[in-house]
């Protein structure tokens, strides 16, 4: 199958900082990424999905200020969560859509992220 | 909107046989998918049933009745390595942003 990747893995930083969030396709060329997030034993929830060429669309009670996303080219999103805080901290996990299987989709391995 | 719901978790011994249920509520239907997350990784997409029936791929197969808003995940000859959570999802429109369930943690005991 297609690979995602997510750089990085694990991130620890204070409270205000901003951290960036890349997401790749390896090799496949995806003009839509999805980013989610997820707390300890609870689902994945979707925060937005990215579209490369244009403005991402926000789920219902995500802040685009607050979380930004930049999909600049068909095989990198990045999201970049701005003045972090404690409540921040989370499991991030972007996919991308296999352009043979629209079906399928293929997710990153995942970004942990600790806000002190 | 949509909602999936399914079981928060089962216990079964290696070599038995699980059956993890989704009932759904979508506005419109595009298919149903199945994902397993190890604790600490990423979902993996395990099958996808678009129409009636029962789709199998080796130990694991996927069933669903669109009239009955249901699916099942049936995992058959269980090992160890089955420890995992499993989701149930479907697409808010064909290929598009998928809505999980609240996932089944499934622990494969010795």
């Known amino acids: 199958g297609a690979v995602v990747s997510q750089h990085p893995s694990r991130v620890i930083c204070k409270s205000g900082t901003s951290v960036k969030i890349e997401c790749r396709s390896l090799?496949?060329?995806?003009?839509?990424m999805f980013w989610y997030r997820q707390f300890p034993k609870q689902s994945l929830m979707l925060m937005a999905t990215s579209n490369e060429g244009s403005k991402a669309t926000y789920e219902q009670g995500v802040e685009k200020d607050k979380f930004l996303i930049n999909h600049a080219s068909l095989t990198l999103s990045t999201l970049t969560v701005t003045s972090a805080h404690p409540e921040d901290s989370s499991f991030y996990i972007c996919?991308?859509?296999?352009?043979?299987?629209?079906?399928?989709?293929?997710f990153g391995p995942g970004t942990r992220l600790l806000v002190l | 909107g949509q909602s999936l719901e399914q079981p928060s978790e089962v216990t079964a011994v290696e070599g038995a046989i699980v059956q993890i249920n989704c009932t759904y509520q979508t506005s419109g239907f595009y298919g149903l998918s199945w994902y397993q997350q190890h604790d600490g990784g990423a979902p993996t997409f395990l099958s996808y049933?678009?129409?009636?029936g029962l789709e199998e791929t080796g130990r694991f197969s996927s069933f669903l009745s669109r009239s009955d808003s249901y699916g099942y995940l049936l995992l058959q000859e269980l090992q160890m390595k089955d420890s995992a959570s499993y989701f149930c999802?479907?697409?808010?429109?064909?290929?598009?942003?998928?809505?999980f369930g609240g996932g089944t943690r499934v622990l494969v005991k010795p």
């Open positions: 090799d496949f060329q995806a003009t839509t």
């Open positions: 999802a479907v697409p808010q429109a064909a290929g598009n942003k998928l809505t």
């Open positions: 996919s991308a859509r296999d352009p043979g299987h629209r079906e399928t989709q293929y």
């Open positions: 049933n678009a129409l009636d």
